[in-house]
C-alpha cells in the first residue's frame, strides 16, 4: 500500500481521517483503447456506417423491405407462414353453416311449442273460470224463480203494496245482475222444441200450434254464452 503524501489541506485532517486516507487505494490511470477496438466500436456509430476514405472496411448488407416484413412477421419456426387448404376452410365454413342451421330450426320448433302451449294455458283457464262462473250463477237461478213467481202472484190484498213492492225491486234487481254477467234467457214460448236448449215435460196434442213446436214454458232457461246453465222445461205439441 502506497502512502498519499500530505498537502497543505491534509494538515487540518483529523487523526482518524488521515488515517482513512492513507488506507484508500491509489487511482489507478485508465488505459488507452487498442486500434482494433477502435475499430470495431465504429460499425456502432453514424462514422462507421458510412466510411469516408477508410480502407479495407465494408458496410454492412442491407435487407430488401419485402424480406425484412415478412421476416418480422413470419419467423423461422412459426407455424403462421403455413400455407391453409382451400378446400379444408370450404369443408369448416360448410359444416359450420350446417351446425347454423340446426340451431335455427331448433329454436324456431321450441319458439313454436311455446307459443302453442301459452294459448292452451290461457284456453284452459278461460274454461275453468267459465266452469266456476257457470256452477255459481246455477244456484242463485233457483232464488231468480222464487222471486219472479212472488211477483206474478203478488196479493190483491190492501195492506201488503210495499211489501209487494219491495220484492218485485229484488228480483228486478238479481235479474240485472244475471244480466251483467252474461246470463241470457233461452228462448221458448212457441218456438220448436231443441233437445239442446229445452227439456220437454209432457207431449200433448194441440190444434193451435204444429208438430214439435212448445206449448208453455213450465221453468225458464238461462245460458252463459254457449253453455247451457239449465234447460227451459216445456210443455211440447205432438
Given amino acids: 500500500m502506497t502512502k498519499r503524501k500530505k498537502s497543505d489541506h491534509d494538515e487540518a485532517l483529523s487523526p482518524l481521517d488521515e488515517e482513512m486516507a492513507e488506507a484508500a487505494p491509489a487511482e489507478q490511470p485508465v488505459p488507452s483503447a487498442s486500434a482494433e477496438e477502435m475499430e470495431s466500436a465504429s460499425i456502432f456509430t453514424e462514422e462507421g456506417l458510412a466510411p469516408s476514405g477508410a480502407e479495407g472496411t465494408a458496410p454492412l448488407p442491407v435487407l430488401p423491405a ?59 283457464q278461460e274454461e275453468a273460470r267459465g266452469r266456476a262462473a257457470a256452477a255459481l250463477l246455477a244456484k242463485i237461478l233457483p232464488v231468480e224463480d222464487d222471486l219472479r213467481r212472488a211477483v206474478r202472484e203478488r196479493p190483491e190484498a190492501e195492506g201488503y203494496p210495499h211489501w209487494a213492492d219491495g220484492i218485485e225491486l229484488i228480483q228486478r234487481k238479481l235479474a240485472a245482475l244475471l244480466e251483467a254477467e252474461g246470463v241470457e234467457v233461452i228462448p221458448a214460448d212457441g218456438v220448436a222444441f231443441d233437445p239442446a236448449l229445452h227439456e220437454a215435460v209432457t207431449y200433448e196434442p194441440s190444434n193451435d200450434h204444429k208438430e214439435g213446436e212448445i206449448i208453455e214454458v213450465i221453468q225458464q232457461g238461462y245460458r252463459l254464452g254457449e253453455r247451457v246453465l239449465r234447460p227451459a222445461r216445456v210443455r211440447v205439441a205432438r
Fill in 66 to 124: 419485402d424480406s425484412a416484413s415478412h421476416e418480422a412477421s413470419h419467423p423461422a419456426g412459426d407455424p403462421g407462414g403455413e400455407q391453409v387448404d382451400p378446400s379444408a376452410l370450404l369443408a369448416e365454413v360448410t359444416e359450420l353453416r350446417a351446425q347454423a342451421g340446426e340451431y335455427l330450426d331448433g329454436w324456431q320448433r321450441a319458439r313454436a311449442e311455446f307459443a302453442n302451449y301459452k294459448k292452451r294455458i290461457e284456453r284452459d
